[in-house]
């Protein structure tokens, strides 16, 4: 690889990584102006099926989108360059913070400076249902398909299977029509059998070792177990973040207290349950991947040891939550190329596409439900949310502001609005 003609494009990244807010959905708007609008790296049709593709599998789906735009552009070598540089900045936040709450006592007024940012996310993910929707819906079936799937989005949101399922049922309802044709002249491409053998292989030997620690009570079990954990959370989680965060609360908060852990397994590790709702609550405030909070859980049950240990289960926490995003993303892709040549599933790409629009239209109104906009009350914070919004739908909509500006206006208004105690 011809490292020096892609460092554009890994800036690119960076920047990127370090103005991307909202999650999965929100992370999607800022690829589409910084990936397709600005640097013409992918088009937009490529972008909506590397989402669609990367929602059916376990894991990150914004940073396993991300990093299917670098192994276009560069083969495997630059889609781990590409996922190195997007989770790294997220994650020595994340990790940091599990160093820094052990001597803040105001966590409101942390999380108080970042109110804002929710608002702006759901402002992102309006644009990108409008934009996308001009591409994926063309026809009646389409649109139908796009209303079903934002009520289903909207009523089973936190269900992990709804978004996987929602996108299978819509290419299984294109395919009821056989109009559409094949595509031609696809070549097949070869299938790296190396990156599942890695996965399964990385997957039985660490749960091997962590039961083996856990059973012979090694003294340095810790990071062991850690490191299981987390790579089973990467492997067998869908939807997202919002499935993640409370399966890590069961595990490291409300499992650890319960009587029959305790007598089996008294060295199990733990984290305060302050700490980790502060943890989530800041990571979904912070550019990059939501399952950065990986980086801050792994510091958070270390915080009883040394710095060292603490930064050991940083580490861990985010090499092992991102590892089988990456395997499975890289092994299963080629596949997906492959069976792109038989006409039933290039049929139900058509769905497919209009299913994600529509998931994005639900994830939308679910996230308003979270959000103060009722002006009627005369509070000053609702009509600032609404402000914010519409003002950032306006903004990526009709402008050529850089999508990075907007994270930061957000930022600079929470920071004014905290210091005022406007409520």
Not at 34 to 55: G, K, M, P, S
Not at 118 to 141: D, L
Not at 219 to 227: A, T
Request: hydrophobic content about 50%; glycine content about 8%.
């Amino acid at each position: 690889m011809n490292l020096r003609r892609h460092i554009p494009f890994l800036k690119a990244v960076l920047v990127h990584s370090v103005t991307a807010f909202g999650g999965p959905q929100g992370h999607f708007g800022m690829m589409i102006k910084n990936f397709v609008h600005r640097r013409h790296d992918i088009t937009e049709q490529e972008l909506l099926e590397y989402n669609a593709f990367c929602q059916m599998l376990p894991g990150a789906s914004s940073t396993q989108t991300l990093t299917l735009i670098g192994y276009k552009r560069g083969g495997i070598p630059l889609a781990v360059l590409t996922l190195l540089i997007w989770i790294t900045p997220a994650s020595i936040l994340m990790g940091g913070l599990s160093f820094i709450l052990n001597y803040v006592n105001d966590r409101q007024t942390v999380a108080g400076i970042f109110k804002f940012i929710q608002p702006m996310s759901v402002g992102f993910i309006a644009f990108t249902a409008f934009r996308m929707s001009k591409i994926a819906i063309t026809n009646t079936i389409t649109t139908v398909i796009m209303l079903v799937s934002a009520l289903l989005a909207f009523f089973i949101f936190k269900t992990p299977w709804t978004f996987p399922s929602i996108i299978v049922a819509a290419g299984i309802v294109t395919n009821f029509s056989s109009k559409r044709i094949p595509q031609k002249g696809i070549p097949p491409k070869k299938i790296k059998w190396a990156n599942i053998l890695i996965f399964l292989t990385v997957f039985l030997i660490a749960a091997f070792i962590s039961e083996t620690a856990r059973k012979d009570n090694w003294e340095d079990r810790g990071p062991y177990n850690l490191f299981e954990n987390f790579y089973r959370f990467g492997s067998l989680v869908f939807g997202g973040g919002d499935v993640l965060i409370p399966m890590m609360y069961q595990q490291y908060v409300v499992r650890p207290e319960t009587g029959k852990v305790e007598q089996k397994n008294p060295g199990a590790l733990k984290v305060d349950k302050e700490d980790f709702l502060t943890g989530a609550g800041i990571v979904r405030a912070i550019p990059g991947p939501v399952f950065s909070i990986g980086a801050f859980v792994g510091g958070a049950a270390f915080s009883n040891s040394n710095y060292q240990m603490q930064i050991l289960g940083c580490i861990i926490g985010a090499i092992a939550i991102f590892l089988p995003s990456l395997l499975l993303v890289l092994f299963f892709f080629p596949v997906w190329h492959n069976l792109k040549r038989y006409a039933v599933i290039y049929r139900s790409l058509e769905g497919i596409n209009a299913a994600v629009v529509g998931i994005m239209i639900g994830s939308t109104v679910f996230l308003l439900k979270d959000i103060s906009v009722d002006v009627t009350n005369g509070n000053l914070l609702p009509f600032a949310n609404l402000v914010v919004i519409i003002g950032t739908f306006i903004l990526l909509s009709f402008t050529r502001l850089r999508p990075q500006f907007v994270p930061l206006f957000c930022f600079i208004i929470g920071v004014i609005v905290n210091y005022y105690h406007l409520k």
